[in-house]
């Protein structure tokens, strides 16, 4: 069974930092890409970062600069470092993992981990 389990979210004051943890169990399948969304009530959930397996890196425009992705393949595990937070950037952080196993495709989604930029 497929398990993709965020942890490291919470409070923290505008100009703080945050790192975000992902690690992925049970993968049966090649992991291409992973990477975090975030979504707010009311909106539609919007990619933050992803990193393929290479280490190929994609940022949303709104954190770029402030956040670094990283990953470990061996370990199926993706962290999200997050610098000079601003309240805009409270939101539930999502962990995706992609891949395949041919001749399919796989999504997997998190349960998602709250962080709130507040004072």
């Known amino acids: 069974q497929v398990q993709v389990v965020e942890s490291g979210g919470g409070l923290v004051q505008p100009g703080g930092s945050l790192i975000l943890s992902c690690a992925a169990s049970?993968?049966?399948?090649?992991?291409?890409?992973m990477g975090w969304y975030r979504q707010v009530p009311g909106k539609q959930r919007e990619l933050v970062a992803t990193i393929t397996s290479g280490g190929s890196t994609n940022y949303a425009d709104s954190v770029k600069g402030r956040f670094t992705i990283s990953r470990d393949n061996a370990k199926m595990s993706m962290s999200l470092l997050m610098n000079s937070l601003k309240p805009e950037d409270t939101a539930v952080y999502y962990c995706n993992v992609e891949g395949t196993k041919w001749p399919r495709q796989y999504n997997y989604w998190g349960q998602g981990t709250q962080v709130t930029v507040s004072t």
């Open positions: 049970g993968i049966f399948f090649n992991i291409d890409v």
